[in-house]
Antibody, heavy 125, light 108 residues
Framework: EVQLEESGGGLVQPGGSLRLSCAAS????????MNWVRQPPGKGLEWVAY????????SYADSVKGRFTISRDNAKGSLYLEMDGLRAEDTAIYYC??????????????????WGRGTLVTVSS | DIQMTQSPSSLSASIGDSVTITCRAS??????LNWYQQRPGKAPQLLIY???TLQSGVPSRFSGSGSGTDFSLTISSLQPEDFATYHC??????????FGGGTKVELK
């Protein structure tokens, strides 16, 4: 059974740092691209960051670029999100999500087929 | 950036009703469109990918359609477990993606 479990959330002051982890099991972690997605309380979803299976490619939302760093350790089956320079607007539940792909004709459509339960990050003084 | 506009933002319906949620992209995304269901206090779950393909295990009362800029999710006969928030996601700009604002389906 595929499982993703986030940890590391908590209360942090503005300008502070936090490191989130996502432990993966039930699949070959090193074969899958991964993402972080966040959801502010009572609001919609926002994609945050992506990392390819070999870590050769990473990508970030403009709202976090230069402040957040995504990484992974395939030997440990773990995904990470290092968050620096935290702001009040970063307050959210952070989910890790696995990418899978649909291939049809000329198209190769990604989707997020498994999500963790999330970890809450609160940025407040 | 591609903007995703979902409508309505909320709706009230009864058990057995058929409901349709729409999602409009600000530019052509072909069929790079996914739908997720999120029950209160839970993580999102994949319902439909590539606009119309049902994820394994999802009941057949859920269906998706559309291409280009206009997409819809239909629930043909609402069940108690379907009262939730539904999110569309464009992933044409992969690995970047954008979600719609969500549609909350409530019991009338």
């Amino acid at each position: 059974e595929v499982q993703l479990e986030e940890s590391g959330g908590g209360l942090v002051q503005p300008g502070g740092s936090l490191r989130l982890s996502c432990a993966a099991s039930g699949f070959t972690f090193s074969h899958k691209n991964m993402n972080w997605v966040r959801q502010p309380p009572g609001k919609g979803l926002e994609w945050v960051a992506y990392i390819s299976s070999s870590s050769s490619s990473v990508s970030y939302a403009d709202s976090v670029k230069g402040r957040f760093t995504i990484s992974r350790d395939n030997a440990k089956g773990s995904l990470y999100l290092e968050m620096d320079g935290l702001r009040a607007e970063d307050t959210a539940i952070y989910y890790c999500a696995r990418t899978n792909y649909f291939t049809g004709g000329d198209y190769y459509v990604p989707f997020f087929d498994y999500w963790g339960r999330g970890t809450l990050v609160t940025v407040s003084s | 950036d591609i903007q995703m506009t979902q409508s309505p933002s909320s709706l009230s319906a009864s058990i057995g009703d058929s409901v349709t949620i729409t999602c409009r992209a600000s530019q052509n995304i072909i069929y790079y469109l996914n739908w997720y269901q999120q029950r209160p206090g839970k993580a999102p779950q994949l319902l439909i990918y590539a606009a119309s393909t049902l994820q394994s295990g999802v009941p057949s009362r859920f269906s998706g359609s559309g291409s280009g800029t206009d997409f819809s999710l239909t629930i043909s006969s609402l069940q108690p477990e379907d009262f939730a928030t539904y999110h569309c996601q464009q992933i044409f700009t992969t690995p970047h993606s954008t979600f719609g604002g969500g549609t909350k389906v409530e019991l009338k």
